[in-house]
């Protein structure tokens, strides 16, 4: 007889979940990046015969290399040298504090804290104040050669070699990433023109294509608008793609009426938009006549397209080819001033440096980022005082495994402790081959030159497989400093293991916010916010219905839903019972996208002749919404309540109201 209890041990859902590789191309240009910052400071410094050197700037090119991750080059001037600037801070305050016994103990504690507040300021504050910590740990624990001063400008100098290889280009590429993400957008569109256009009804192809859209046009317009703000509001170019940004806001909308309608769009829409995506990506432009007069019928002729759809083709329809002509008046207009929406004008890069100003002001007062300070900070003084009381060789690894595993904004504590032990012990099994084999001195640049190459090709695949990739590199240019060879692998194992084990007790465990997730008070909120946007696209305020503050409104909407998505995607890495309650929610995430979707679509064909819907209909909508925001911020367990609408069965309205009607019913434990 089979014996039906003995079941195949296979590992939880999370854990596959964390380690599944994710799609990415490989980042050549990064590859080789990485191969030369890292390897040629160590052949410098052993052809000086000074490897020690050598392996201290190859140290600050990794930290170069660990940021190298933006595209636009203005961009990587703040994400590789600001962090720089702090990472030299904080070996300098390290190595001051190195032999001072429990006062490099207070030092590095106090460290911790303020490298945790300053990740809640946005990604190069994070980089910053990460590699300001890594740093820190480094100088306090490792006795590091020559004066004070020198450890800091080698391995800020590596940095900066980093960003000098990533700037080689800028001369010959300038602009030339933004101007990728621009058409990178147009290109998912027309992906979301074709999903919404089957009239099939696929809401799984449709919502991937309107996720990917949501993505590409975040990626678009902060690499656009960052630049911008930098260049002071000048550049002609950078106005151009914020208009050619826009312009594919009306396309935008008009997508879900067709997909809500389930109205079969003609092929040749998307086909179009991917023909002004190539447009955009050569950069080309259009030119005045003689008169001055915008050449908008022959830049629109060009896409293949008739002047009119035929008929049996719908409201939806009509409004993508209106929409099209409108982006490819745009990119045929020579003077993008004449298109741009009023709030993408040169008061934008002042708006940006004031939110940035006062994000920077409120990390003092915000009671989140003193948390995860104090979390942090608590961690690492467990360490410190750990390894000051037990004799750890080298116990700096200890508090450099918590600082990559408790960085608060990098994601779930709890798999990436689980990831880091893993990476460390693949990554150990790699060095131990190259510390019992390979030769000291030129043997070492040749195995750096090759497993730098590594690092950011495994970074985009998850943080286990980067933690596997760094792990000897680390290990490597540890030994050029420190000669203890094969002797150093058992060590760092244990001290990963300890660090993981600290990280998880203090900085997860004790935490009760840890258990729990943070999806259903931003939904709320995103609820909310859509109340006011069923408000905006109805109301009777004309500032507030204006076509530009409706696309202001909906892209921060989908911006909030699409942030959402990630932090219910990092939940699901966590281990029972947060994992469960974070998928619990998964369908009223869905329903508030579908809600959005609804009031774009009903305005759309409101603007192309369908009948507006009364002041009451949309109030009693909108009041619909808060109720439910307010049911998810109030209860443990969101209890369905039916819907009670009065509206008309043929208004416009109605698609909408059975959205709302489907996200009411929805139960979900709040997380």
Same mark, same amino acid.
Request: some cysteine.
């Given at each position: ?20 590789? %994710? ?49 636009? $080059? ?9 962090? %720089? *600037? ?24 106090? !460290? ?17 104040? *990460? ?34 290889? /990533? ?8 602009? !030339? ?13 027309? #992906?979301?023109? +074709? /999903? ?7 809401? +799984?192809?449709?919502?991937? #294509? ?21 260049? =002071? ?5 950078? !106005? ?43 950069? @080309? ?7 001055? +007069?915008?050449? #908008? ?29 409108? #982006? ?41 980022? &003193? ?12 360490? %410190? ?10 116990? $700096? ?65 998850? $943080?286990?497989? %980067? ?40 900085? $997860?465990?004790?935490?009760? @916010?840890?258990? =729990? ?49 990630? @932090? ?17 929610? &998964? ?20 603007? =192309? ?7 009451? @209909? ?11 925001? +307010? ?9 369905? !309540? ?30």
């Amino acid at each position: 007889m089979r014996n039906h209890s003995l079941r195949p041990l296979t590992p939880p859902d999370w854990l596959v979940r964390s380690l599944k590789p %994710q799609p990415a191309p490989i980042p050549w240009a990064a590859v080789t990046r990485a191969a030369i910052a890292m390897s040629l400071p160590l052949a410098i410094g052993t052809a000086a015969g000074k490897p020690a050197y050598g392996a201290l700037a190859s140290m600050g090119a990794l930290s170069g290399v660990i940021g190298d991750t933006a595209d636009a $080059y203005r961009m990587r001037i703040l994400n590789i040298a600001v962090p %720089q *600037l702090f990472g030299a801070l904080g070996v300098t305050l390290g190595a001051l504090a190195f032999g001072h016994g429990w006062a490099a103990v207070g030092a590095v504690t106090l !460290v911790a804290l303020v490298s945790g507040m300053m990740s809640t300021i946005g990604a190069v504050a994070s980089v910053s104040g *990460l590699l300001l910590l890594l740093n820190c740990v480094i100088g306090a624990g490792l006795p590091l050669p020559g004066e004070w001063w020198l450890a800091p400008a080698l391995m800020t100098g590596g940095g900066l070699l980093v960003l000098a290889l /990533a700037l080689l280009a800028w001369p010959l590429r300038s602009g !030339v990433p933004e101007r990728d993400a621009v058409a990178a957008t147009y290109r998912s569109v027309a #992906a979301l023109l +074709e /999903a919404a256009g089957t009239g099939d009804g696929d809401d +799984e192809a449709y919502d991937k #294509a309107r996720a990917d859209v949501t993505a590409s046009l975040n990626k678009a317009y902060d690499l656009v608008l960052a630049r911008r703000a930098r260049d =002071h509001g000048r550049s002609p170019d950078l !106005v151009r793609l914020i208009a050619e940004l826009n312009a594919i806001t009306p396309v935008v909308e008009a997508a879900p009426a067709a997909h809500q309608y389930d109205e079969k769009l003609p092929p040749e829409l998307a086909a179009a938009m991917r023909k002004l995506a190539d447009a955009v990506a050569r950069g @080309e432009r259009g030119t005045r006549g003689d008169r001055g +007069e915008r050449p #908008a019928r022959a830049a629109y002729l060009d896409l293949g397209l008739p002047d009119e759809l035929p008929q049996p083709h719908g409201a939806a329809a009509r409004a993508v080819h209106h929409a099209l002509r409108h #982006a490819a008046d745009t990119l045929a207009d020579p003077d993008p001033l004449t298109v741009i929406h009023a709030e993408d004008r040169l008061g934008r890069p002042a708006a940006l440096r004031v939110r940035a100003r006062r994000a920077t002001r409120n990390v003092v007062l915000s009671g989140a980022s &003193w948390r995860y300070g104090l979390r942090l900070a608590l961690c690492i003084g467990i360490a %410190q005082c750990l390894v000051s009381l037990i004799d750890v060789p080298r116990s $700096y690894w200890v508090a450099l495994t918590i600082t990559f595993v408790l960085k608060p904004d990098f994601g779930s504590v709890f798999s990436r402790a689980v990831l880091r032990a893993l990476g460390t012990a693949a990554g150990l099994v790699v060095a131990a081959a190259v510390l019992s084999s390979v030769e000291r001195g030129w043997w070492d640049v040749t195995v750096v030159l090759v497993l730098a190459t590594l690092i950011p090709a495994l970074t985009p695949r998850g $943080y286990g497989y %980067q933690t596997a990739a760094i792990t000897p590199v680390i290990l490597l240019l540890s030994d050029v400093l420190n000669h203890q060879g094969f002797g150093l692998v058992v060590p760092r194992l244990v001290d990963s293991l300890i660090g993981c084990a600290i990280a998880l007790i203090a900085g $997860y465990l004790l935490w009760p @916010e840890s258990w =729990h997730t943070r999806i259903g008070d931003r939904l709320a909120d995103a609820v909310s916010d859509t109340a006011r946007y069923v408000e905006c696209a109805f109301g009777d305020d004309p500032e507030a219905t204006a076509p530009a503050a409706r696309a202001r409104m909906r892209r921060r909407l989908y911006r909030d839903l699409s942030d959402i998505r990630t @932090e219910f995607q990092r939940a699901l890495t966590e281990p029972p019972p947060t994992g469960a309650r974070a998928a619990a929610w &998964w369908p009223l995430v869905v329903a508030v996208e579908r809600i959005v979707d609804a009031t774009t679509a009903a305005r759309v064909r409101v603007r =192309h002749g369908a009948p507006a819907p009364g002041a009451g @209909e949309v109030a009693e909508v909108s009041r619909q919404l808060r109720e439910l925001a +307010e049911g998810l911020r109030e209860v443990e367990v969101l209890v369905p !309540v039916p819907a009670d609408f009065t509206g008309p069965e043929e208004s416009v309205l109605a698609p909408l109201r059975q959205e709302v009607g489907a996200a009411r019913a929805v139960a979900s434990p709040r997380g």
